[in-house]
């Protein structure tokens, strides 16, 4: 299967390109089929020293895909959490630091209005809240919403 997310990953590591260098301690937080995660962590460029990758889903809820993928982070020291809710990281990292904190592409699936807001833009919202708290002073959170989400949360 053509794994779009490696690719990606690795044409931005080819190019030395920011976000993706010098990443350190890692939490990677709503990974689907952990594809991401699994290419991020065997890339040297990205210079990760740890990496923490989350899902929402159970364990027992992944795709085939993504128990192998999660096989493969766990084989070379990386750590995967289920049931993680982005907007409530508090439940599962109390006291920890992260040097980065990605949420690839964030999408809750629906278009409903909450509090008169898109029910993404609430959930984005509530992430970069709970993130803070999880994130080392000169951390960095690089941004990969769609850009009509940049529009709305960062006046872009």
Do not use: C
């Amino acid at each position: 299967m053509f794994d779009v997310i490696g690719t990606t990953v690795a044409a931005y590591l080819d190019f030395h390109s920011e976000p993706w260098g010098a990443l350190g301690d890692v939490l990677l937080v709503g990974e689907g089929n952990l594809s991401f995660a699994k290419a991020l962590q065997r890339s040297p460029n990205a210079r990760v020293t740890s990496l923490t990758a989350t899902v929402f889903e159970s364990e027992r809820s992944l795709s085939d895909e993504a128990i192998r993928n999660a096989q493969a982070i766990r084989w070379v020291g990386g750590r995967i959490l289920y049931d993680v809710d982005a907007t409530r990281l508090d439940k599962n990292f109390i006291g920890q630091k992260f040097d980065t904190i990605i949420f690839q592409f964030p999408n809750v699936g629906s278009r409903e209005s909450k509090y008169g807001h898109t029910s993404n833009h609430v959930m984005i919202r509530l992430f970069l809240r709970s993130a803070a708290s999880y994130l080392e002073k000169d951390g960095d959170l690089p941004p990969k919403f769609s850009p009509s989400a940049g529009r709305v949360l960062f006046g872009l």
